[in-house]
């Protein structure tokens, strides 16, 4: 799988992984800190979620255009770097307003655009290179993998500094806490039962009163969250010192099309495209970013209403077996283990790999086995665990997916970019069915008024879900983005990819804004209007699909 890659493609994994491990981080627990610490509701959060994300997506139009057209890719990412690392630390203080909140959010928007595309346009100049063209789609999907390997650890860096500030405090984490608090201290909560209950939970003899109670529960909360940034600002240092440190790898790559026409030595290698060329080009371009618009609407829920469904319908107590899925300690050594079972049974493996499978067969069975044994009978789980699994599931369906790939290129049957796109949207529909499924029954969220369904579910359906989402995120994404370096007129390389980013950004507005419906539906609704909209989509682009196809190939 790593073969025949330039390595200035492994120097773009490594800072990629450490600004999305930062940026996961912070998503993992967004929605919960603005909701504990503000006492916003699920339409005000996600108004705030949603133009966030709307904003991260959508600053690298603006990206693209600087290195396209000023600075060059290099500076400009490592501008956005240091733009990103002022944001995240101005998150990292406590007891901070509204207003620093939101001055902080925009410099992480500015930063995340001038990093984000203009990396991804790099990756793709180094496969101009006729050595590496065909291996362009595979190059993105380990490139995405390097997102999710990040992504995989955050959820797990936030809630284990989370807890741990909690626990300094005497207080562990309760989901009914945050909402209750609020309502009580804006004397709107006429019930204080439940209230009373957990808090002396909580404090036992040492609890006073609910006022006192609900204000530091509050306040330490947030101040655990605030935490949790601060890994996220050290990151985004770690991914500025790889991008610096081995510029070498990338260097000869890292020019624009303007600075490649002062080059003696570049000018004659530039690709020249007809106006019909270009046209052609960047209709492909613009219609695959409308259709990917609902696919991140879709996507995008796990840092919302997927998220408000795991702390709100899903169990939080499971036993030990399923505990193994969500601690890293037990889940690593399984992990480990089935790694070991493929490299010992795979056919073309050498005798020495099949040690090697089966050295990770046992050792991470064995650990496994002793891991679980040490866990209670019943444990709890944080809801921003599920996170984890997107991630995990993105690293290992990987190298499972550009196998597939490779296996139908060899025989000439593999499907073409934009295919793999309408497959993708197909298969996200697919995936939001599973949850429609299992939201038949629930009450409405309107009917919780910010406390925890009485009927909870499973959490084996909302891992079923992100992981058929992911095998749709992995024929839709990276494939999208290798689409975008591949067709993109050579002027407008970081540009393109700012606009794939951009029509990110509207999915991801979208995403929140309709948590609207989320407090108005039923839950089964709120999810067949994601299932019909994705299909509405693959629909859209199957009925153009030749032209797509023509343009990748002019």
């Known amino acids: 799988m790593l073969k025949d890659h330039p390595k200035g493609l492994f120097v773009a994994f490594f800072t990629n992984m450490g600004e999305r491990f930062g940026f996961y981080t912070m998503l993992a627990i967004f929605v919960y800190y603005i909701q504990a610490k503000f006492g916003y509701t699920a339409t005000q959060a996600g108004a705030v979620y949603g133009t966030f994300l709307f904003g991260i997506y959508f600053f690298p139009l603006l990206g693209g255009w600087l290195a396209d057209r000023v600075i060059g890719y290099g500076k400009t990412i490592t501008l956005g770097t240091v733009l990103m690392f002022l944001g995240y630390g101005l998150m990292a203080l406590p007891g901070f307003g509204q207003v620093v909140l939101f001055v902080a959010l925009g410099i992480i928007c500015m930063g995340t655009g001038f990093f984000k595309g203009n990396l991804q346009a790099l990756v793709g100049n180094l496969y101009d290179d006729p050595k590496y063209e065909k291996n362009r789609d595979f190059a993105f999907n380990i490139f995405y993998m390097g997102i999710n390997v990040g992504a995989f650890f955050a959820p797990h860096a936030a809630t284990g500094i989370s807890n741990l500030i909690l626990e300094n405090s005497g207080l562990t984490y309760n989901a009914r806490i945050p909402a209750l608090a609020h309502q009580f201290l804006d004397g709107a909560l006429t019930d204080t039962s439940e209230l009373i ?121 499971v036993s030990n077996v399923t505990y193994t899925f969500f601690n890293l300690g037990s889940f690593l050594p399984f992990l480990a283990a089935i790694i070991g079972l493929v490299l010992l049974i795979r056919k073309k493996s050498k005798l020495s790999t099949k040690g090697i499978g089966f ?114 995120e992995l024929c839709l994404s990276p494939m999208g983005i290798s689409f975008v370096s591949k067709v993109s007129p050579p002027k407008y390389k970081g540009t393109m990819q700012g606009g794939w980013l951009a029509a990110t950004a509207i999915g991801n507005a979208l995403a929140g804004f309709i948590g609207y419906f989320w407090d108005r539906w039923e839950v089964w609704q709120f999810f067949l209007l994601l299932i019909v909209m994705c299909l509405i989509s693959a629909t859209l682009i199957f009925s153009v699909m030749k032209k797509l196809e023509r343009a990748s190939e002019s």
């Open 197 to 317: 209950s957990l808090a002396k939970a909580q404090l036992g003899s040492s609890f006073t009163d609910l006022t006192s109670f609900s204000q530091m529960y509050i306040e330490t909360l947030s101040k655990s969250y605030n935490a949790a940034f601060a890994i996220t600002a050290l990151s985004i240092v770690a991914s500025f010192l790889i991008f610096v440190g081995f510029k070498k790898y990338y260097k000869h790559a890292d020019l624009t099309e303007k600075q490649k026409e002062a080059s003696v030595e570049h000018k004659d290698k530039m690709i020249i495209l007809t106006k019909q060329q270009t046209r052609d080009r960047l209709f492909a371009l613009f219609f695959v970013f409308f259709v990917v618009i609902f696919f991140w609407m879709s996507f995008h829920q796990n840092g919302f209403t997927l998220s408000m469904f795991a702390r709100d319908y899903t169990v939080s107590e």
């Open 359 to 472: 050295a990770l067969l046992v050792g991470g069975g064995l650990l496994t086995y002793f891991v679980v044994n040490g866990f209670d009978p019943t444990m709890s789980i944080s809801p921003q665990l599920f996170q984890h699994f997107n991630p995990i599931f993105i690293v290992f369906l990987t190298p499972v997916v550009i196998g597939f790939f490779s296996f139908l290129q060899k025989r000439g049957k593999e499907p073409s970019t934009p295919k793999k796109i309408g497959i993708g949207m197909i298969l996200t529909a697919f995936s939001f069915g599973i949850m429609l499924v299992a939201s038949r029954n629930l009450p409405a969220p309107a009917e919780l008024q910010g406390s925890v369904s009485p009927m909870l579910i499973s959490p084996y359906w909302l891992i079923a879900t992100y992981f058929s989402v992911t095998i749709a």
